[in-house]
């Protein structure tokens, strides 16, 4: 794998995430109470012997850049780093990234200096674990030009995502990027060839992107010279070279999560916690995820009731229940509380308690769950101050709000409390 080099796109401004991605890149985001969306391409290239990485980026990376340099330092006998390309205003190039496409064309003038024979593209917000030397060997083995990684998915899912044709061999002989309507039902196919049931593939017969690409290093180069109008990778790019090279597939049948909506980000976090078996797990030996190591002490335990949950080191948590719920490092949860079906991202630092004290004399609200507090279906963003006999249930079942000014969004019926929110005792949302 020294002739390939990785780049993972870091995405846009990620409103479908937001407020999530208020203060913070898309790929920054914390996942599964101790980790972040970056950490899971990253973890598959380093475990696939890939360890050439660039991370494109252009909003609100700071705290990305921060924890990279944090988490991923290699030894300089072995070589190989994981790096933020920013996006940048040039006097050639005034523009930033207007997408996929255009965001790896920005960089050609570096990215093309490499002696590598493939580029390996992958996005910053799936959950999933591959070895990318199978798909690269694929790419190699049928001496394609372009190699998508796809998976078969339901008609429900269909509509979200680029729809593939391919014949005997694999090769792709149409693209539909969301296609509706008659246009949908054009494009199933029998995915028993893929090794599903006949079930199955009754139940999934489309083959869908996944959005990772393996692309001949020349191709990459001529493709994004050539179609200097193209901003997408999956809507022109990836369209425009099934008529005209030799695009096969690789066929990806395991679980994989697109994590880059509100809804689906707490689906997949909470799913985490399922018994006896999550659809994802991170106890995999042979192929750990990484992330930054905090050197924080065991969690603190008083009392309480734990039922299917996860909780991440360096916790205190007094007297309280918590169900079907994912913990974050640091978080501090006070006597009385109910945690149901919600994720708390904790903290990033502790409040010592003399600070703590002088704020409980001061009638101020430390950081943490304050006492006899009630959250359920929501998604507490770190740092956040919930004071006593507060109520964050959606109590009239709203779908959609903003209420920033008040230190919370609703997305999807989902409660999003912002990072370092303030929420008085005895709020009822």
């Not at 599964?32 to 609100?60: M, W």
Request: aromatic share 8%; charged share 20%; proline share 5%.
């Amino acid at each position: 794998m020294k002739k390939v080099l990785a780049i993972i796109l870091g995405g846009g401004a990620g409103t479908r995430l937001y407020p999530l991605t208020k203060r913070r890149a898309k790929p920054a985001v914390p996942l599964a109470g101790k980790y972040r969306l970056i950490d899971i391409p990253v973890s598959n290239c380093i475990n696939s012997e890939l360890t050439n990485i660039y991370v494109l980026t252009q909003f609100n990376s700071a705290s990305l850049n921060r924890h990279i340099a944090r988490t991923y330092a290699f030894s300089g006998l072995t070589g190989g780093f994981v790096e933020v390309l920013a996006a940048q205003q040039t006097p050639e190039n005034p523009n930033w990234f207007q997408g996929t496409a255009d965001a790896v064309r920005q960089y050609l003038w570096m990215l093309s200096d490499w002696d590598v024979e493939q580029f390996v593209i992958l996005s910053g917000d799936h959950l999933y674990r591959m070895d990318y030397r199978l798909f690269v060997q694929r790419h190699r083995d049928t001496n394609a030009d372009i190699t998508l990684s796809v998976i078969p998915v339901d008609e429900q899912s269909a509509t979200g995502f680029g729809l593939i044709k391919i014949d005997d061999s694999g090769k792709v002989i149409d693209f539909q990027e969301k296609p509706q309507g008659d246009a949908l039902k054009a494009m199933q196919v029998d995915t028993t060839r893929f090794g599903l049931s006949a079930e199955e593939a009754h139940r999934k017969p489309y083959t869908a992107s996944m959005g990772i690409y393996v692309f001949n290093r020349q191709v990459l180069i001529d493709l994004l010279q050539q179609m200097d109008e193209a901003t997408d990778f999956g809507k022109e790019i990836i369209p425009a070279a099934a008529r005209t090279h030799h695009v096969q597939t690789y066929v990806f049948n395991s679980y994989w999560e697109d994590i880059g909506t509100i809804g689906s980000f707490y689906d997949a976090n909470l799913a985490l916690t399922q018994q006896p078996l999550p659809p994802f797990s991170f106890y995999d030996e042979e192929a750990p995820i990484y992330t930054r190591p905090r050197y924080l002490p065991p969690t603190k335990l008083l009392s309480c009731n734990i039922t299917e949950s996860i909780v991440s080191e360096g916790c205190i948590l007094k007297e309280c229940q918590i169900h079907h719920s994912v913990l974050g490092v640091r978080s501090r949860v006070e006597s009385g509380c109910v945690i149901d079906h919600s994720l708390l991202m904790g903290s990033d630092f502790y409040q010592p308690l003399s600070e703590r004290a002088v704020m409980a004399d001061e009638k101020k609200i430390p950081i943490g769950i304050g006492s006899n507090s009630i959250i359920r279906r929501a998604i507490v963003d770190k740092n956040a101050c919930i004071g006593r006999d507060v109520k964050i249930i959606n109590k009239d079942r709203v779908e959609e709000s903003n209420r920033e000014e008040q230190g919370f969004y609703i997305r999807s019926g989902i409660v999003v409390v912002l990072k370092n929110a303030l929420i008085p005792d005895g709020t009822v949302i």
